[in-house]
């Protein structure tokens, strides 16, 4: 029998994955939240009670060149 112990997991080092917050605000009041607001919540409603978000996109401009 060896002494030797199992390589153990915690050991490793973790692979962190990028979290990305996506950011709504309403269209009524214009009150900005994150999707993790969002999902705490039992229905999808802004504080003013106004029930449309619109997803706001990210201020980095990505540019393509074309073929």
Do not use: H, W
Request: charged share 25%.
């Amino acid at each position: 029998m060896s002494t030797e112990e199992a390589p153990n997991v915690e050991d490793k080092p973790k692979q962190q994955t990028p979290s990305f917050s996506v950011i709504y605000s309403c269209l009524r009041c214009g009150t900005q939240v994150t999707q993790s607001e969002l999902s705490r919540l039992p229905e999808i409603k802004c504080i003013c009670g106004f029930r449309v978000f619109n997803k706001l996109r990210p201020p980095i401009v990505k540019t393509v060149k074309a073929i």
